[in-house]
Structures are given as structure tokens and as C-alpha cells.
């Protein structure tokens, strides 16, 4: 189990959006009265996650909106219905021509939207990726929410005690082109072949973090995998749904399930002994911190050159590091003893 980041639980009451999808034509959501905190900052800053009326990206925007309010700039969130390669590529086009701030966006594919991006940064915004990275030398900066190999290390860790480091286990993933989630399952499955030689991966299945195709994906491993006793769902919207799948099923307590989702998500199926244990950061903190170096790139406070610091609110002082990353901080396991005492 990794160490609890004392500092990624700041913000832990952050509240989950509630909120219909926006559209850029209509209602986009926004706060302040401008979006030039000082009178000469463009503060408008909008929220581009992989789709819309995703609980995890709720949280991580709201993370953003509360930052935005504090230093009065203008935020906004707009997106998909459906996270696809391309499906971001409008969006960031639109904001370019209304010349906003920054654009804030989870990344649903490495290259897909590059061309867009450098489309925008030639025309002075600021493009910040968080959660899902795009190429390196494509946007200014890129929170990670923590270090591939620590999220790949605690869902290895979390699925292995969980079957007693012995069987067949599955990964229901998100999207197959995105960038995170690939490179978690490749750390996880060089952690599985180095350290734990007798449990064997047997699938890797997508729900393109879709709850319905998610579920259906759930009840396809377990047919197709009679000896299968783990899942491990990095991803919020599959965890949930593979956890609703099993708690009404025959595999309930006979097939674990592990990955990534948030305290409210999950909570039920903790309690009702679906799922042991479950890992994540804040998403409220993600966005919270991606909202800050959107300002301290806007202010000129920073470039995204490796060594560059800068200070985001409650959450204190940051550097980037290499490739123009920003590190949150470590994943936190959740589990029926601390599960009551999140709200996010």
C-alpha cells in the first residue's frame, strides 16, 4: 500500500458537479464577472475532460471551478458526449477562436489533438493537460495525477493480496487509445511477469468509460473466463460498473475487483462487501492544481521548463519536472475502515 498524500486530501470535500451536458454554442458554465483577474490577465479558463456527465471529471472540474473562483478568473467546462480520439478536436478549435485563457483538458488521445493544440498556442492559449497526457511536445504542461508506476504498483498490489498472489486475473480499461490507462496496464503487466509469477493476465477489455458497455464488458469476462477471481478496473466509470455487475451476481465475493474510483462511487459496494479495497487521488485536487499552473503559465509566473515553480493555492508551492510534468502526489487506498471519512 502506498503512503497517504497528506497534501492530494486537502480538498476532500469538494463538492461533484451537478450539472447537464454543455455545449459550447449554449450554456457553457461560468464564474466572475470577467475573466481578467487583475484587470489584464485573460482568467478565462475552460474545463475540457474526455466526455461530459462523467462523475470523476465532475470532481476534478469542480477542483477547478473553486481555484477559478479564487483567483476571479472565468471558468467553463465543455466537452463530448462519448470520449473518442477526435471527439475533443471541435471543441478546442471553438475556444481558440473565442480566445479564451487556457484550455484545461484530460487527453482522449496521445496525437489526435496536436494539431488543434498547436493551433491554439500559436494563437497565445495556454493548454494544460491533467489525468491523460497528450504527446509531450504538444501542450505547455501536464499534471499527472501521480507516477504511472505508483498507480500501475498500488492496483497490482491491491488485486494480488486480494486472490492470494495466485490465478487468472482481467483489466477492464477505458478507451483503447488512452494514453494513461495504456501505460498503467503496461507497468502492471511487467510488475505481474517480474513479481508475481502465478497470476496470470488473461484479457484486456475496453468500456470506452461507458457505465452500460462497461457492465455488459464485466459480464462478458466473467463467461468468457470461468477460473477468472480478479478484475482490476483502472478507471472510475468501470470500477462502478463492474461493482454494480457483481453485486448482484453469483461472483459477488468470489471474484475481486480492484482499480481506481472515487469514495461516493463506491461506497455501497465497500459496505456491501463487493469491493475490499479501491485506490485513487483527489480528483477535486487534480483540477484544482491544473487550474493554478493555467494561471501561472497565463501570469508568466512559469514556461513549463523543467524546474519552474509556482504556487496553487491551498494546495501549496509546485515544480515541474521533466517533460513539463507536475506531480499531485501519491494514490491513497480506500477501504471500509476510512471510506466514511471522504465526501468526494
Not at 487509445?177 to 517480474?194: F, P, R, S, V
Not at 484486456?204 to 459480464?219: E, H, L, M, R
Not at 491544473?290 to 508568466?300: C, F, H, N
Not at 496553487?312 to 466514511?340: C, M, Q, R, S
Request: aromatic letters at 8%.
Amino acid at each position: 500500500m502506498l503512503p497517504t498524500s497528506t497534501r492530494s486530501l486537502r480538498i476532500a470535500g469538494v463538492a461533484v458537479l451537478a450539472s447537464a451536458a454543455l455545449l459550447l454554442t449554449g450554456c457553457a458554465a461560468s464564474t466572475g464577472d470577467s475573466g481578467s483577474g487583475d484587470g489584464s490577465k485573460n482568467y478565462q479558463i475552460t474545463f475540457l475532460p474526455k466526455n461530459l456527465g462523467n462523475a470523476y471529471f465532475d470532481t476534478s472540474d469542480a477542483g477547478g471551478e473553486k481555484a477559478i473562483k479564487e483567483f476571479k478568473g472565468t471558468y467553463a467546462e465543455v466537452g463530448p458526449a462519448k470520449a473518442s480520439p477526435d471527439a475533443q478536436v471541435s471543441y478546442i478549435n471553438t475556444l481558440t477562436q473565442k480566445q479564451v485563457g487556457a484550455i484545461v483538458m484530460s487527453a482522449n488521445d496521445q496525437k489526435a489533438p496536436c494539431d488543434a493544440i498547436k493551433q491554439a498556442r500559436d494563437a497565445g492559449v495556454k493548454v494544460v493537460t491533467f489525468d491523460s497526457d497528450t504527446s509531450a511536445d504538444c501542450r505547455d504542461l501536464f499534471i499527472n495525477q501521480a507516477t504511472a508506476e505508483g498507480i500501475a504498483k498500488v492496483q497490482v498490489d491491491l488485486i494480488t493480496k486480494e486472490i492470494g498472489d495466485s490465478g487468472e486475473i482481467a483489466v477492464l480499461s477505458a478507451a483503447a487509445n488512452a494514453t494513461n490507462q495504456n501505460a498503467w496496464i503496461d507497468l502492471m503487466k511487467k510488475d505481474l511477469e517480474a513479481n508475481h509469477p502465478n497470476v496470470k493476465l488473461v484479457d484486456v477489455v475496453y468500456g470506452d468509460d461507458d457505465d452500460q458497455t462497461s457492465f455488459d464488458k464485466t459480464a462478458g469476462l466473467l463467461q468468457s473466463h470461468p477460473n477468472l477471481k480478479g478484475i482490476v478496473s483502472p478507471t472510475t466509470v468501470g470500477i462502478a460498473a463492474a461493482a454494480r455487475y457483481l453485486s448482484t451476481s453469483s461472483f459477488k465475493g468470489q471474484v475481486k475487483l480492484t482499480g481506481l474510483g472515487t469514495p461516493n462511487q463506491m461506497r455501497e459496494y465497500v459496505t456491501d462487501g463487493t469491493v475490499e479495497e479501491f485506490a485513487l487521488w483527489n480528483p477535486g485536487d487534480l483540477g484544482y492544481l491544473a487550474a493554478y499552473a493555467a494561471k501561472a503559465l497565463i501570469d508568466g509566473d512559469i514556461t513549463g521548463k523543467e524546474g519552474d515553480s509556482f504556487k496553487a493555492g491551498d494546495l501549496g508551492e509546485y515544480k515541474v519536472g521533466k517533460d513539463g510534468t507536475v506531480l499531485l502526489g501519491d494514490p491513497f487506498v480506500f477501504n471500509k475502515d476510512n471510506i466514511g471519512d471522504f465526501k468526494f
